[in-house]
């Protein structure tokens, strides 16, 4: 079982990020993660922003470093940077807006082309506080997923649902191909 920690040390670090369309709860999926905070009015800064969280599996610490594309995907101006050398990403979709789901194929698109050969994504279609709105069945994630090998689950940064459980489902994955590639 994975549990977080507060300490600075740690036996991994790794980088992962987070994509997809704008507005569809980047930003406040990690700092709620990160820092159990949500915004109702997040005005995305332009660059790019990232959070730490040491997470304990077993005996061992693993520091995920997430980054966040701060706006810039508004832009498309996702550099090949952005995704160098992550070894995890939480591809994110927004359940009341069918467009953000229809655009995942380019974001994976984007994500194997210039992502690692590993890399471990989980799809996360979040907002599913907002039940009278949805556009998108959770079927439909749950097909994506598994055509393209992916990890899924519904979260709600708002109420805080499975934000948690995404995350740590991603690291958790991580972890355990770098550790078996360093043994
Ligand atoms: P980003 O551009 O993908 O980083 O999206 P933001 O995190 O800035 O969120 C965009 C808007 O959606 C903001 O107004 C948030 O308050 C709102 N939002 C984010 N997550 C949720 C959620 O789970 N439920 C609801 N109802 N609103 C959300």
């Given at each position: 079982?994975a549990?977080?920690?507060l300490?600075?040390?740690?036996?991994?670090l790794?980088?992962?990020?987070?994509?997809?369309?704008?507005?569809?709860?980047?930003?406040?999926?990690?700092?709620?993660?990160?820092?159990?905070?949500?915004?109702?009015?997040?005005?995305?800064?332009?660059?790019v922003?990232?959070?730490?969280?040491?997470v304990?599996?077993?005996?061992?610490v693993?520091?995920?470093?997430?980054?966040d594309?701060?706006?810039?995907?508004?832009?498309?101006?996702?550099?090949?940077?952005?995704?160098?050398?992550?070894?995890?990403?939480?591809?994110?979709?927004?359940?009341?807006?069918?467009?953000?789901?229809?655009n995942?194929?380019?974001?994976?698109?984007e994500?194997?082309?210039?992502?690692?050969?590993?890399?471990?994504?989980?799809?996360?279609?979040?907002?599913?506080d907002?039940?009278?709105?949805?556009?998108?069945?959770?079927?439909?994630?749950?097909?994506?997923?598994?055509?393209?090998?992916?990890?899924?689950?519904?979260?709600?940064?708002?109420?805080?649902?499975?934000?948690?459980?995404?995350f740590?489902?991603?690291?958790t994955?991580?972890?355990?191909?770098?550790?078996?590639?360093?043994?």
């Amino acid at each position: 079982m994975a549990s977080t920690v507060l300490d600075d040390e740690c036996d991994y670090l790794f980088k992962t990020v987070l994509i997809g369309d704008s507005a569809v709860g980047k930003s406040n999926l990690l700092s709620r993660f990160a820092k159990d905070e949500f915004h109702i009015d997040s005005k995305p800064t332009i660059g790019v922003e990232f959070a730490y969280r040491n997470v304990k599996i077993g005996d061992k610490v693993a520091k995920a470093q997430i980054w966040d594309t701060a706006g810039q995907e508004r832009f498309r101006a996702i550099t090949s940077s952005y995704y160098r050398g992550a070894l995890g990403a939480i591809l994110v979709y927004d359940i009341t807006r069918r467009g953000t789901f229809e655009n995942l194929k380019k974001w994976l698109h984007e994500l194997r082309e210039y992502g690692n050969r590993d890399m471990v994504i989980v799809l996360v279609g979040n907002k599913s506080d907002l039940v009278d709105s949805r556009e998108v069945d959770v079927e439909d994630g749950q097909s994506l997923a598994q055509q393209e090998n992916l990890c899924f689950m519904e979260t709600s940064a708002k109420e805080n649902l499975n934000v948690e459980d995404a995350f740590l489902q991603m690291i958790t994955k991580v972890f355990k191909i770098a550790s078996q590639k360093s043994l």
